[in-house]
């Protein structure tokens, strides 16, 4: 079996989560329009470090979401979308804090790690490079609002970033988050991982592994109202059996346990 960090989280976020996708197949439709623009702007970050158009790659990706219906929150639309990213490449290469040498190597690694018994553990770093002038790990994040950078150190606490650091072993990360509002910004967050907090997600994924391997999928989305997270969980309708709700939000994938790895490439 090959595991992967959305599979581990997703198990943490609520067991019986996991079991409706990774074992009955339940896989959320690719409607959000949020998810593919970042695939898309992914690859226009990819051109960038390509010395190729980014903006070109960018239109052309996103160009293959343009006639879907998709799910625009936040009154967004796929122009406005489009306008954003060209202004977020901009500023990005206006900024010229990260540099990728050789980046047909050092974007979207694959890194692969043996685990508990006969398991692997796969994960897709998005970039190794220098952050004004520090080699590290870096993720880029697409959103429409910042994240939040108090109180100091937070990202130091961001089990992504942790499950990264550990499976490649570099201790410094960073995360260039594009932010898609009214003004675009591009925030550049930095931290260390300590070898404490890699040993600790070691220790969690072998003890998520046995929980899942011993068939463990009661439900426990953890947190009570106003921010129960069934109230956004794409599963509810299966949690709930209303048949309409299920219909709406999920498309159901034979063998999806043998799947989990391409979560990772999922932005
Ligand atoms: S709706 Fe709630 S209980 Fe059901 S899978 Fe989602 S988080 Fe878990």
Redesign the pocket.
């Known amino acids: 079996m090959t595991y992967s960090y959305s599979q581990i989280s997703q198990y943490l976020?609520?067991p019986?989560?996991y079991r409706?996708r990774y074992l009955d197949g339940w896989q959320e439709k690719d409607t959000r329009a949020a998810m593919l623009f970042g695939r898309a702007f992914e690859q226009a970050l990819r051109a960038y470090f390509l010395r190729e158009d980014a903006a070109a790659a960018l239109f052309r990706e996103w160009a293959a979401s343009q006639d879907q219906p998709l799910h625009y929150s936040n009154g967004g639309s796929w122009d406005r979308m489009l306008q954003q990213g060209i202004q977020l490449l901009d500023r990005f290469c206006q900024d010229d804090r990260i540099r990728i040498r050789q980046p047909r190597r050092n974007l979207q690694i694959k890194f692969t790690r043996p685990v508990s018994g006969t398991n692997d553990f796969v994960a897709y770093v998005d970039a190794i490079g220098k952050f004004d002038g520090t080699r590290c790990l870096i993720e880029w994040k697409t959103t429409s609002s910042r994240y939040p950078e108090e109180p100091d150190g937070l990202l130091a606490l961001d089990p992504q970033l942790v499950c990264y650091s550990w499976i490649t072993g570099i201790a410094e990360v960073a995360q260039v988050v594009f932010v898609r509002k009214r003004l675009v910004e591009v925030q550049y967050l930095h931290t260390t991982i300590t070898d404490e907090q890699r040993a600790e997600f070691s220790q969690l994924v072998t003890d998520t592994i046995a929980r899942i391997e011993s068939a463990q999928f009661l439900?426990?989305?953890g947190i009570r109202f106003p921010q129960?997270?069934?109230s956004t969980?794409?599963?509810?309708g299966?949690?709930?059996g209303k048949q309409e709700l299920v219909e709406i939000d999920l498309v159901k994938r034979p063998g999806a346990e043998n799947l989990g790895w391409l979560d990772e490439l999922a932005y």
Do not use: D, E, F, Q
Not at 233 to 236: A, K, R
């Open positions: 976020a609520c019986r989560r409706h439900p426990h989305s129960n997270p069934c969980c794409p599963y509810v299966l949690c709930l």
